[in-house]
T-cell receptor
Framework: DPKIIQKPKYLVAVTGSEKILICEQYLGHNAMYWYRQSAKKPLEFMFSYSYQKLMDNQTASSRFQPQSSKKNHLDLQITALKPDDSATYFC??????????????FGPGTRLTVL | QEKVQQSPESLIVPEGAMSSLNCTFS?????SIWWYQQHPGKGPEALI?????GNKKEGRLTVYLNRASLHVSLHIRDSQPSDSAVYLC????????????FGKGTLLTVTP
């Protein structure tokens, strides 16, 4: 059974619209993350949450808003979509530990295309 | 801002050979260095990590870390066609335990 579920797998949106990317993890982890991977760029950190609190935000734009309704959920709302937002968005999770870097487990990704 | 550079961009080796991948990072205070494997259309999967100077071996994988030269390498012994994938070097720390900074990756192809 998949331990990290991301929905949908593929998403096509029009410029200016709003979409929500869903992530649920069943690993019992307290830390969750969003990363973005676009063509010819490295996998890029966006947000980290620990115990449903925002820990790091490396996304300059307020158009990207994470939403944590439950401990094992971290959705990503993207508003006013632009073609440059086209990328694969990965959710990840890990144990939480102060001063320790634990393995991050990645989901299968949501491929977003903005026309 | 942490920077991670990987080389080579791509590598082709015959089955049974040793594959050697390199990674340099910019912050000597970085915590752990991770190697991830990513197959097309899939999320990255962690293979091995290292924190202390020196080497670490797990199965066919050996990783070497030299913090003074900000360099880490991954060696895959007896490479198999199933090892063909993109290998990502990732560095944690630099002010946050939660953030991984990734390199662009090395595309490894193992030919039968």
């Amino acid at each position: 059974d998949p331990k990290i579920i991301q929905k949908p797998k593929y998403l096509v949106a029009v410029t200016g619209s709003e979409k929500i990317l869903i992530c649920e993890q069943y690993l019992g982890h307290n830390a969750m993350y969003w990363y973005r991977q676009s063509a010819k760029k490295p996998l890029e950190f966006m947000f980290s949450y620990s115990y449903q609190k925002l820990m790091d935000n490396q996304t300059a734009s307020s158009r990207f808003q994470p939403q944590s309704s439950k401990k094992n959920h971290l959705d990503l709302q993207i508003t006013a979509l632009k073609p440059d937002d086209s990328a694969t968005y990965f959710c990840a999770s890990s144990q939480d530990g102060t001063g320790v870097s634990y393995e991050q487990y990645f989901g299968p990704g949501t491929r977003l295309t903005v026309l | 801002q942490e920077k991670v550079q990987q080389s080579p961009e791509s590598l082709i080796v015959p089955e049974g050979a040793m594959s050697s991948l390199n990674c340099t990072f910019s912050n000597s205070a970085s915590q752990s260095i991770w190697w991830y494997q990513q197959h097309p259309g899939k999320g990255p999967e962690a293979l091995i990590s290292i924190f202390s100077n020196g080497n670490k071996k797990e199965g066919r994988l050996t990783v070497y870390l030299n913090r003074a030269s900000l360099h880490v390498s991954l060696h895959i012994r007896d490479s198999q066609p199933s090892d063909s994938a993109v290998y990502l070097c990732a560095v944690s720390g630099g002010g946050s335990n939660y953030k991984l900074t990734f390199g662009k990756g090395t595309l490894l192809t193992v030919t039968p």
